[in-house]
């Protein structure tokens, strides 16, 4: 498994926060970018944040903008999605993912997935209203 979603899935309040993290197995530096995704029950999946390998860089769907923080440690290989004022609808089956490009800025997060070659095993996040 090349990525490997630790911790962070599980069942809350709406409101409530949650941090995902997700560790690479293979040096870090093989891949150009990070991203999370999820898919909801009856839905397509689709792209949440992606970070490029210096950071300086990040995207987020309209949907989780400014609640959603995408962040990476180097050291540790791990990349972090931390989630706050959760909603019911960010309810989904969370993946993080590892490309060797950055989606553009402007390709919709619904078309990211193609880009990303690695994919961890998925953590359920269920929130309650």
């Known amino acids: 498994q090349v990525l490997r979603v630790e911790s962070g899935g599980g069942s809350v309040q709406a409101g409530s926060s949650l941090r995902l993290s997700c560790v690479a197995s293979?040096?870090?530096?093989?891949?150009?970018?990070w991203g999370w995704f999820r898919q909801g029950p009856g839905q397509e999946r689709e792209g949440v944040a992606s970070i490029s390998p210096d950071g300086a860089s990040t995207l987020y769907a309209d949907s989780v903008k400014g609640r959603f923080t995408i962040s990476q440690d180097h050291a540790k290989n791990t990349l972090y999605l931390q989630m706050d004022s959760l909603k019911p609808e960010d309810a989904a089956t969370y993946y993080c993912?590892?490309?060797?490009?950055?989606?553009?800025?402007?390709?919709?997060?619904?078309?990211?997935?193609?880009?990303?070659?690695?994919w961890g095993q998925g953590t359920q996040v269920t929130v309650s209203s």
């Open positions: 993912a590892a490309s060797p490009t950055c989606p553009g800025a402007g390709r919709p997060p619904r078309n990211w997935g193609p880009l990303f070659t690695y």
């Open positions: 293979r040096y870090r530096y093989s891949f150009q970018c």
